[in-house]
């Protein structure tokens, strides 16, 4: 069933189950130990922050505190039981700030493109349309409504058939755990809310794995085998597919 499709789940690299203690630490207020991990991740910091602003960004500048700052709130958010990887968390929530900061900082100036984000890239920017508008779906009749799910489940069909893959295939390939199926989503969702990542995927049609490689905790074996669902969220992010998406809303940041 297409269902269990989308809610399948998938193996990642070993827990760190040191780290989640620390960040178990620090969210309980040990703030040694909060300082000594926004110490190490500061090379982390820095790489996520002069991506998303594409250029070099080091301590001196405002979009390093933020990024810290950014940092920070991951690890006061982050929970063990629904994300595997701090730092696939954390970019999103940096990348989020970063964002928000040049909003702002230009809000009087000629719109700079970033790495970050664009209003093509936005897989959220659907929702003020009135034909996604939630109230105006509940308008529909069931049937109405049960049409319009097997026309969005046909038309990603043929979205996936374009990339190589099938709802077959996926099924037999779906990840089998929780977190590492949450890390899977939100590193698609890193991809797909990336301009340059998601425009290597329409041309080369398939994942820009060595980029993501050192944006995430997620080995590049286990990227590289869980390839064919990473893919697949990406197009469901990125596509009109209001129904099938909110199999993956939860896990979405």
Request: contains cysteine.
């Amino acid at each position: 069933m297409f269902l269990a499709l989308i809610q399948g789940m998938f193996h990642s690299k070993k827990t760190d189950h040191t780290l989640h203690k620390l960040v178990y630490k620090a969210k309980k207020g040990d703030e040694e130990v909060m300082n000594d991990l926004l110490s190490t991740y500061t090379p982390f910091m820095k790489k996520t922050a002069s991506f998303v602003c594409s250029r070099h960004i080091d301590e001196h500048d405002d979009e390093f505190s933020v990024a810290m700052n950014a940092f920070h709130e991951a690890i006061l958010k982050f929970e063990t039981t629904h994300y595997a990887s701090l730092t696939t968390f954390a970019h999103l929530i940096m990348k989020r700030r970063l964002i928000d900061f040049i909003r702002k900082e230009t809000a009087y100036n000629t719109p700079v493109i970033y790495a970050g984000e664009s209003k093509e890239s936005d897989p959220y920017a659907h929702e003020q349309h009135p034909i996604f508008n939630k109230i105006s779906i509940q308008q529909h009749t069931e049937d109405h409504r049960s049409q319009e799910r097997k026309d969005e489940i046909k038309r990603y069909n043929e979205v996936l058939k374009k990339y190589g893959l099938s709802f077959n295939e996926l099924s037999r390939t779906s990840p089998k755990h929780a977190d590492a199926r949450r890390t899977a989503i939100q590193i698609a969702q890193i991809v797909a809310e990336t301009p340059t990542f998601y425009e290597s995927v329409i041309q080369r049609k398939r994942l820009p794995i060595k980029e993501l490689e050192g944006l995430v905790d997620v080995s590049r074996k286990t990227i590289e085998r869980q390839r064919k669902y990473i893919l697949a969220i990406v197009l469901l992010l990125k596509g009109d597919f209001t129904y099938i998406q909110e199999y993956v809303k939860g896990d979405v940041i």
